[in-house]
Each structure stands twice: as C-alpha cells, then as structure tokens.
C-alpha cells in the first residue's frame, strides 16, 4: 500500500496544492513506479487519499500516455518515430530493434525484460535517433549503440551511454 | 562566422560551468532578484519589461509585460506563476538545455515574475519524459531554499516564493496554457474555453500567468541590464531579444544556437549549424515547430523574427527549425507530422478529433498509392473545416503541415496519386469523400 509505505512523501506532495485532486497525477507517478505500472487497486487507493471516486482516478490516469494500465517489462524501451527522428533514421533502426528484441510494439519480451514502444516526439529532436528507456534518454542511437544498451541493462540494469545534462552542440573548451 | 553576444546560454557556455547555486553566483546570480525584492516596485518591474519588448518564447509571442498587467491589482487573494516547461512541440528542445544546465537561471526569472505579479506559489509544469531535468530542477530549488532565493522570506523581505516541479504524463497539449491548468489540478488535460482568460480565471480559477521556461529565463538579464539594453539587441521594435534555435534534420551540426532575432534562416543554417549534411541540397524547412507550415529554399533570406517569418506565411513559433535535404518525401513529412497530431489530439473538439483522423488516413493511402486526385480536395475541405472551428489553436496548428506542403509541393502529391492503382471512389477502403461528391 502506498499510503504506508510513501506517508512522508505523500504527505509532502499534499501541502503543495490547495487542492488534492493536483496530486494526482503525482501519486499516480508513484504507484507507477512502484509496481511498473497502474493496478486497479492503487487507483482505488489514490482515489481514497484525494476524496475522489476510482473512476475520477481512471478518466484521468488514462488520458495520459505515460500512464501503463497493464504490466510491462523491466525495462520500458520507448523510440520516438516522430518526423525530426524520422529524418535521421529512426524508421530502419525500429526495424532492427524489433528484430533484436523479437517483438513488436506494445509487446514484451518472453523474458520479461523488454517492453518495445514506439512512441511520438519526446523533445530530443537535434539527437535523434534516440529512445527512452524507464527514466533515462538514450540519443544520436545506431545500431551498435542500442545493441550495446540492452546488454549493458540485461547485465547490470544500468547503462553508462544514457544522457546526463543536455547541451548540444557540446563546448568546445571542455 | 558573425559571433552574437550569447545570453541565456552564456553560462553553460563557460568550461567547468555545472549549473550549481556556487556557479551561478559567481557569475553574478540572483542579484537581478536581489534588486527586485529591495529596491523596485511590481508596477516598475512590469514597465521595464514591457518596455524591453520581451515576447513570449512558447509559441504565440504575446509581449511578457502586457500579459503580466492582465492581472487584477486590487485582487488580495492567492495568484499563480506557472513555468511552461511541458516542452512539447515537436523540434523543439531547447527548455530541457536551459533547466538541465542552468536551473538556476530559470528560477531567478521564476521567481522575479511571481514578485512582479503578486504570486505566491509558482508551479513548473515539466513535460513527464523529462526526469533528469525534473530532479536537477528539485535539488536547485533546494539549495535557492536554503539560501533564501526561495521560500518562507525571500532575502529577508518577508515576501514567500515558494516553487514546486510538477511532472505531466505524456500528453502534447498539456503544453497548451488551458490544457497544462486543468491536468495541474488532476483532470484530463482538455484546454478550456477562453474567455474567461487564465489572467483572472486561471489555475483554480484564480488570476494566473503561464510563461514558458526560456521567457522566464530573460528576466534576470533585463533586470540587471536595463530594457534599452535588451530592446536593442534582435530586429526592434517587434522581435527584441536573442531566440534559442532549435535546429534539426539534415544539417550537418544541430543543436540549440541562441541568436539575436532578425539575422537570416542562410545564417542560422549554413553559418551557425554547418550547412547540409551531405552534397544534398537544402528542399524545405519547417521555422518554428511542427506546428509551423513548412518553407522552401527560396525563403532561406527571411529573418527570423516574429513579423518576417509570418509575412512569409508561416510562424517563428516554438524555435524548433527541422531541415530537410532535396529527396524527402514531402508527403510522408507531412503525414509523420499528421499522425503526431492524431495522436495528441485531446478530443475535445469534434472538427479536431475526427479531422485528424481522417487527415491521416486520406494521407496515408496517397502514400501507399491508393489515393485518388479528388482527394487533394478533400484535404484542402477537411483543413478548412478544422481550422478556427475548435477551442485551441491546436487546430490551427495541425493543418499546417498540409496547407504548406500542398502549397509548395502538390506535384508530389499528385505524382503519387498517378502511380495508384485505380480504386473506385465508393469503396470502402475509401471512407472519406470530398463534401461535393
Ligand atoms: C497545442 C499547443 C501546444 C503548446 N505547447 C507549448 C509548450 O510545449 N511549451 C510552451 O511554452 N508553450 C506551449 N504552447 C503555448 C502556450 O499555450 C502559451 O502560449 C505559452 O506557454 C505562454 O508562455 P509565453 O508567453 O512565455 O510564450 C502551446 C500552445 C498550443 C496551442
């Protein structure tokens, strides 16, 4: 349950808004990252901490994309197919990582590792291709680029090639 | 290459620089705010920032100064700053530079226009995909907390300015000044009817201002440097100040390039992002964000400011500038901006919701050679049958990559069309009909 497990956290989140119903979507950040996705019971949960009803919680959580409504994968690999991406080859590099992961969109791996999205703009458009997976963004992608990723994350969960602070183009003096 | 005095990107620009509280006082931090909270009135702060010239940088380019003065002085209650930081036209991703390198930057202006305003809380509505730039901002507001930038008793003045980051959840229209009040109060992020203007009916239907993240970050500046200063750097009277490009597509360095407004598209492409990529020539190029109806080469000598690059019938908009290289398919551009579009559109309004749709499918089958000539007027009736018709400028926004590609490239249109193979205008692969068949 959230309520015990976050009470500090939550609580905090509350005393911003004069009025409850804008943590929503904060709290269902929360349940999302606690359980990878949005379960029917952390709806009805929220829905007890705002003072509203399960299907107030619902017609909001599912206007937005970034809310999973059903279970993923460990690993939530989201490339953009948008125009900028799709200028620069984001098209065949989709292909190729269907190929690699064998699944296609909205599918997850047999492993449970991948789940492969394709997504529209994320607001990288000068590196593209690019993709994120969980929180991280993942730019200027090639295929060698993104095989070495998903071995990376298999191995250790994490990947040294995700973005830190962006600035592009880069100084030079550094 | 014309060197330009950088401003917002100055900072970053310097090596070593991280964006830490400790740097952005060494360079002179939060002494524009400093000034604000001891020596000058809102009223002053207001005509110094109206006399800057200073244009919104979200996308409609409404002068910063006008809309602040919409705010009710006599109202006492609670009154709302909210940081556009939803950063979500397509092209564009220049906020995410500015609050990942410099956060400080953006909460120094923050924090200026909640004085100039009378608000006392200010929420950064930072679009969901961008955690890194959500924690970065976090742990900046702490340390201006705790340097009292920020908070209880702003430099002692017994002023609050308290901030917080609220992360959307994956939705473009949220971006839309409406649309990003109503999902801050927990709803779906549907834009509202206007009138009422956020100004008095705003974020709980208090008197509120949306500003985007790179306006806001003007604000020390004009403060610590005068607004003749500022009112004389770009293409005055109508477009002062620098503009962050955004460049993407075929050139050879995209990136974000911060420029006085007014120098050339030539400039800003072949001088400051390096030209083509490749021994292709450039073919069109969208000014402003998916939302600006595409150009052609021959518009490579309009200025990049606010009344040139309408003149040439399309908009300056968000900075997002996508070049595209002799041998793209303009069709398919312009049904990849289509299909965004579908995606994002919030429903709401019927001309938007189902126009979309069926923009993209009639695009769709020209693409796939089942179209058929007849089509090209069903496009032209469904975009005007969208446009000025729904409760946002979303709508506006969406026809435009097909009202310019069908301008400057209808041959290609009709080049597909021509190799299709015939299908009869009943069919059912065919649901949408031109209005006068
Ligand atoms: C569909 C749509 C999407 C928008 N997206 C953004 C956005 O992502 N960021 C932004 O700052 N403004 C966006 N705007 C513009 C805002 O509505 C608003 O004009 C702007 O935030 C005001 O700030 P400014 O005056 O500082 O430019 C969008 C507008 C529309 C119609």
Not at chain 2, 239 to 259: A, D, M
Request: with cysteine; hydrophobic share 35%.
């Amino acid at each position: 349950m959230l309520a015990e497990k976050y009470q500090d956290h939550i609580a905090d989140l509350l005393a911003r808004y004069p009025v409850k119903r804008s943590a929503l979507l904060p709290l269902l950040n929360l349940a999302q990252k606690e359980e990878g996705y949005v379960s029917e019971s952390a709806m009805k949960e929220i829905a007890e901490i705002l003072d509203l009803t399960p299907p107030q919680v619902y017609e909001t959580a599912t206007f937005y994309t970034m809310f999973n409504m059903n279970p993923i994968g460990k690993f939530h690999v989201q490339i953009c197919k948008s125009l900028m991406c799709g200028l620069v080859g984001s098209d065949p590099l989709i292909q190729w990582v269907q190929q690699r992961l064998g699944v296609g969109p909205g599918q997850t791996t047999s492993d449970r590792l991948f789940t492969l999205s394709v997504v529209e703009c994320l607001g990288s458009c000068g590196t593209g291709p690019m993709m994120q997976v969980n929180d991280d963004y993942y730019e200027r992608l090639s295929e060698e680029r993104v095989g070495r990723i998903f071995d990376e994350l298999k191995e250790t969960g994490n990947s040294s090639l995700k973005s830190g602070p962006f600035m592009v183009p880069e100084p030079i003096s550094r | 290459m014309p060197t330009h005095e950088k401003i917002l990107l100055k900072n970053m620009d310097q090596p070593g620089y991280t964006g830490s509280l400790k740097d952005y006082e060494a360079v002179g931090g939060y002494q524009a705010l400093r000034r604000v909270m001891k020596e000058l009135a809102p009223a002053d702060l207001i005509d110094i920032v109206k006399q800057s010239g200073l244009r919104g940088r979200g996308g409609a380019g409404f002068p910063t100064g006008v809309k602040w003065s919409f705010i009710p002085k006599d109202y006492t209650g609670p009154k709302y700053l909210c940081c556009n930081a939803d950063e979500s036209e397509p092209g564009t991703f220049k906020d995410r530079q500015l609050m990942e390198r410099d956060p400080h930057q953006v909460l120094e202006g923050i924090a200026i226009a909640c004085q100039a305003i009378g608000a006392e809380t200010a929420y950064i509505y930072i679009r969901g995909e961008f955690r890194l730039g959500a924690k970065i901002l976090e742990h900046a507001i702490d340390e201006a907390r705790q340097a009292r930038y920020l908070g209880e008793n702003v430099l002692s003045s017994g002023v609050p300015i308290q901030v917080y980051v609220h992360a959307g959840a994956g939705a473009y229209i949220c971006g839309e000044e409406t649309a990003l009040l109503e999902s801050l109060e927990g709803k779906r992020g549907m834009p509202r009817v206007k009138p009422p203007f956020p100004a008095t009916h705003g974020l709980y239907q208090k008197p509120t201002v949306v500003n985007n993240v790179e306006t806001l970050a003007n604000l020390p500046h004009i403060v610590t440097r005068g607004a003749d200063w500022f009112a004389s750097i770009g293409s005055p009277p109508k477009s002062t100040g620098t503009r962050i490009f955004c460049l993407s597509g075929h050139v050879k360095q995209p990136g974000n390039y911060e420029v006085p407004m007014g120098i050339t598209f030539r400039e800003l492409i072949y001088e400051h992002a390096g030209g083509m990529r490749g021994e292709k020539p450039l073919k069109a190029f969208i000014p402003g964000g998916a939302s600006a109806s595409f150009l052609t080469e021959a518009h490579l000598d309009v200025k990049l400011d606010f009344e040139s690059v309408a003149q040439a019938g399309s908009m300056l908009g968000s900075g997002g500038v996508t070049v595209m290289e002799e041998g793209t398919s303009m069709v398919w551009a312009a049904l990849r901006l289509m299909e965004f579009f579908y995606h994002e559109s919030c429903g709401k309004c019927t001309p938007c919701r189902e126009g979309s749709s069926w923009l993209v499918q009639v695009l769709q089958r020209i693409v796939d050679r089942r179209g058929r000539m007849e089509d090209l007027q069903v496009l032209a009736d469904l975009c005007q049958n969208i446009v000025g018709r729904t409760v946002c400028a979303f709508g506006d926004a969406e026809i435009a990559p097909i009202v310019g590609t069908l301008q400057y490239w209808r041959n290609e249109y009709e080049d597909l069309i021509r190799e299709s193979t015939a299908i009869s205008t009943t069919s059912k692969e065919l649901p949408v009909l031109a209005l006068n068949s």
